[in-house]
């Protein structure tokens, strides 16, 4: 991809896979421009600008602010533990599919890819994989290139972090472990830096696979990692 060839809008920039994609962005030369979609100020760390809309759900009012973008890194989500289902519904599909929608309208031409995750299946009797199956099914109904990416555990790297109080223990002392499993077993764990990285290469790609499984993301990002410093 060209250097300074792609205009990117972030969704989840403050989460823990958004602030991994944001650092891939703004360490990648073909990446010209990246904007956060936040609903409050300050959400995105480091280099780029922010989009601020309170409310996902009506982001359609802001169809004009939505235009000239090529690719929408779609990040944002509700944690899958402790998330009761009318809520989670409404955060994973619902305003993911407002976003989606307004923002394939603004950007015919450009690539949608929405972070799901491994296993993902609409006919799932596990309710947060049987809701990101739905979302999925939709976003592949929108009428640009989506990409579904499904990443297994999600390691945060140096300077990123969650930021649910229950999870923090979790990710501070789980990371050596969760390092040595992303590198002895790559189908299994990947770090939201490769997500950056692998959402960057695809965006640049004609024709994207339409899913990318846990291992394809590791390797992806293992092939255009000379663009990140």
């Given at each position: 991809?060209?250097?300074?060839?792609?205009?990117?809008?972030?969704t989840?920039?403050?989460?823990?896979?958004?602030?991994?994609?944001?650092?891939?962005?703004?360490?990648?030369?073909?990446?010209?421009n990246?904007?956060?979609?936040?609903?409050?100020?300050?959400?995105?760390?480091?280099?780029?600008?922010?989009?601020?809309?309170?409310?996902?759900?009506?982001?359609?009012?802001?169809?004009?602010?939505?235009?000239?973008?090529?690719?929408?890194?779609?990040?944002?989500?509700?944690?899958?533990?402790?998330?009761?289902?009318?809520?989670y519904?409404?955060?994973?599909?619902d305003?993911?599919?407002?976003?989606?929608?307004?923002?394939?309208?603004?950007?015919?031409?450009?690539?949608?890819?929405?972070?799901?995750?491994?296993?993902?299946d609409?006919?799932?009797?596990?309710?947060?994989?049987r809701?990101?199956?739905?979302?999925?099914?939709?976003?592949?109904?929108?009428?640009?290139r989506?990409?579904?990416?499904r990443?297994?555990?999600?390691?945060p790297?140096?300077?990123?972090?969650?930021?649910?109080?229950?999870?923090?223990?979790?990710?501070?002392?789980?990371?050596?472990?969760?390092?040595?499993?992303?590198?002895?077993?790559?189908s299994?764990?990947t770090?939201?830096l490769?997500?950056?990285?692998?959402?960057?290469?695809l965006?640049?790609?004609?024709?994207?696979?339409?899913?990318?499984?846990?291992?394809?993301?590791?390797?992806?990002?293992?092939d255009?990692?000379?663009?990140?410093?």
């Open positions: 991809m060209a250097t300074g060839a792609l205009r990117v809008l972030l989840g920039a403050a989460g823990l896979v958004g602030q991994g994609v944001a650092l891939a962005c703004q360490r990648s030369p073909p990446v010209a990246l904007t956060a979609l936040v609903r409050r100020p300050g959400s995105l760390k480091g280099s780029g600008s922010e989009l601020i809309v309170p409310d996902f759900l009506r982001i359609q009012e802001r169809q004009d602010d939505l235009l000239g973008f090529d690719a929408c890194f779609y990040c944002a989500g509700a944690p899958p533990v402790g998330t009761a289902e009318a809520e519904r409404r955060v994973t599909l305003t993911t599919l407002a976003v989606a929608r307004a923002w394939a309208t603004a950007n015919p031409q450009g690539c949608f890819l929405y972070v799901s995750g491994a296993g993902a609409a006919r799932s009797r596990v309710m947060p994989l809701v990101k199956g739905e979302t999925e099914r939709a976003l592949q109904e929108l009428p640009v989506t990409v579904m990416l990443p297994g555990g999600v390691r790297v140096e300077g990123t972090g969650t930021r649910h109080p229950l999870l923090k223990p979790l990710y501070w002392g789980g990371a050596p472990l969760m390092k040595l499993a992303g590198a002895m077993a790559p299994l764990m770090s939201n490769a997500l950056g990285q692998a959402m960057i290469a965006a640049g790609r004609e024709h994207p696979p339409a899913t990318v499984e846990c291992a394809d993301i590791n390797r992806i990002a293992m255009v990692s000379d663009l990140v410093d």
